[in-house]
């Protein structure tokens, strides 16, 4: 049971979920996003697309979830800048923003930075596991970043776009600290001397990543955990925490609302996502959660500056840095 002061903690902080995955259609029902809204998130990065999506589909998604957004202003905000993060927690709405998870939908040209900027795309990573025409990703990781991927890493800092660096490869993300004028991010990553998997990132990075003023959010799929209790999650957040400091920590959930959707990708991109490991891939820490996770870490003693930077104050500091 949740402690009165957890429970205030938990409503007075401004709670920032780093990545989630709505249906990557045309079609696309965001209804669920009212669990996030019930679970007191305040501010949500919804993917648009990956490297494997093909154009015209990540533009057709980004406009269908724009368009939902607009069709309940009661509920949500597109936010498009700081103010409407903080306008969207204090009238108790749930502030939207966007990210890509790969510079593919990028097709090779950096206009386009700017082009999904103005259209609420906060967040880009580089590469999405298999290596690309900007980045090593951690499937692979045969490269780091490419001139193109220097290029697409300056733009992102001159046009206000965050540098994402989850799902990359060891090689491009260290590269990717150094080109970076300003703060980087991992979404959605956990610690690989918890868990060891490839998608999983070591100290070195962790620390070379809150070098820059960035935020590591730690994911809540069951593999890359090793489970989905909120005790696991808060010993992720714990050890990140412990390493860097609590300010350079975060939450991304990476939640999937449509688990068929997900059994088609993995099925269908086979050299992407390791096909025995379907089951594991299934299992989330589930945005409801979050209250527990609260608690967890009032329980362990943790102080409500702390808790409320890690539930999303860090993250806020770095959008008010970056965003333009």
Request: overall charge negative; some cysteine; charged content about 20%.
């Amino acid at each position: 049971m949740n402690s009165n002061l957890s429970q205030k903690i938990h409503s007075q902080s401004l709670v920032w979920d780093a990545h989630a995955c709505f249906p990557l259609n045309p079609n696309s029902d965001l209804s669920e996003l009212k669990r996030y809204k019930d679970s007191g998130v305040n501010f949500i990065s919804l993917n648009i697309g990956m490297d494997m999506d093909p154009f015209e589909n990540v533009i057709q998604v980004l406009a269908c979830f724009r368009k939902y957004i607009a069709a309940h202003p009661d509920d949500l905000v597109l936010a498009l800048a700081v103010d409407d993060v903080i306008g969207a927690k204090a009238s108790g709405k749930l502030a939207i923003a966007f990210d890509l998870e790969g510079s593919d939908p990028l097709r090779g040209d950096l206009n386009l930075i700017s082009f999904y900027y103005d259209l609420g795309v906060r967040q880009m990573l580089l590469a999405y596991n298999k290596d690309n025409r900007a980045s090593g990703g951690c499937m692979e990781g045969h490269i780091g970043l490419t001139d193109f991927g220097k290029q697409v890493i300056r733009e992102m800092n001159r046009v206000g776009m965050v540098v994402d660096v989850t799902h990359m490869g060891y090689r491009a993300t260290m590269e990717a600290f150094d080109v970076s004028a300003q703060p980087v991010i991992f979404s959605h990553s956990n610690p690989k001397a918890l868990r060891d998997n490839a998608r999983n990132i070591t100290d070195e990075q962790i620390k070379a990543c809150a070098k820059t003023g960035g935020v590591i959010a730690i994911n809540g799929i069951g593999d890359f955990l090793g489970g989905t209790t909120s005790e696991i999650m808060v010993q992720h957040i714990e050890y990140v925490m412990d390493l860097v400091g609590p300010e350079h920590v975060g939450i991304g959930l990476d939640y999937v609302v449509d688990k068929q959707e997900l059994i088609d990708y993995i099925e269908g991109h086979p050299d992407v996502f390791p096909p025995d490991k379907m089951n594991d891939y299934l299992a989330f820490v589930e945005p409801e959660q979050l209250p527990e996770i609260t608690d967890l870490l009032h329980k362990k003693g943790h102080n409500e500056q702390v808790i409320s930077g890690i539930l999303g104050g860090n993250f806020l500091r770095v959008a008010k840095q970056v965003w333009k």
